[in-house]
């Protein structure tokens, strides 16, 4: 299994562009996640879903948007980049349901904003 | 809201000393609690974790015990190694919120032979 996977690995924008940041999971995960990496701040949650068809925000969504239309992925798409958007991005993906499961994590795109 | 704290590092050790990394929480509920790790240029790792008060959960060495009267659930290993180098993660979640985690900073630690 190939688990969590992220594309690109490294991407520099220049202020304004627009862009896709993809993640695919292959265990059937219902939960999937988007988190940003930030030095001192640990990972704070951008956008999260429950299931297909299913999203709401986390705890810093402004500037990105979300979709899942199939259960295996899961886009960022950040609508207008902006310097303050530099930084690690990680997907992460768990099973649902009643029980607290390990959240798998992908690894990481490294965003630059110019 | 729910938190969580944890020392700051970085954190230098020789190799075969004794490591503690402090977590405290602050969450509304049971929380379940959670020590992750990343290793140079990866993804986090789920290192291990406890789900109840009085849990202890263990892996690599590594063990930490949910205590819910002092809110805390503080990372030891006995004997450190090389390869332990990494930055910890000290993280809760709820099912009430859908299992989302809440991350504390992270603590670089960094082994030296």
């Known amino acids: 299994n190939a688990g969590v996977t992220q594309t690109p690995k490294f991407q520099v924008l220049k202020t304004g562009q627009s862009m896709t940041l993809q993640c695919a999971q292959d265990?059937?995960?219902?939960?999937m996640s988007w988190y940003r990496q930030d030095p001192g701040m640990g990972l704070r949650l951008i956008h999260y879903?429950?299931?297909?068809?299913?999203?709401d925000q986390g705890e810093v969504p402004n500037g990105y948007n979300v979709s899942r239309s199939t259960t295996e992925d899961f886009p960022l798409r950040l609508l207008s980049a902006a310097p303050s958007q530099t930084s690690v991005y990680f997907c992460?993906?768990?099973?649902?349901?009643?029980?607290?499961?390990?959240?798998?994590f992908g690894p990481g795109t490294r965003l630059t904003v110019t | 809201g729910n938190s969580v704290t944890q020392m700051e590092g970085p954190v230098t050790l020789s190799e075969e000393a004794f490591l503690t990394i402090n977590c405290t929480y602050t969450?509304?509920?049971?929380?379940?609690l959670f020590w992750y790790v990343q290793y140079p240029g990866e993804g986090l790792q789920l290192l291990l974790k406890?789900?109840?008060?009085?849990d202890k959960g263990s892996n690599k060495g590594f063990e930490a015990t949910y205590r819910k009267e002092t809110t805390s659930f503080h990372l030891e290993k006995g004997s450190v190694q090389v390869s332990d180098s990494a930055v910890y993660f000290c993280?809760?979640?709820?099912?009430?919120?859908?299992?989302?985690?809440?991350f504390g900073g992270g603590t670089r630690v960094l082994v030296k032979p």
């Open positions: 992460a993906s768990s099973r649902g349901g009643v029980g607290s499961y390990e959240q798998y």
């Open positions: 265990m059937n995960h219902e939960y």
């Open positions: 879903s429950v299931g297909a068809g299913i999203t």
């Open positions: 969450a509304t509920g049971y929380p379940s």
């Open positions: 406890a789900t109840k008060a009085d």
């Open positions: 993280a809760l979640s709820r099912e009430a919120a859908g299992n989302k985690l809440t």
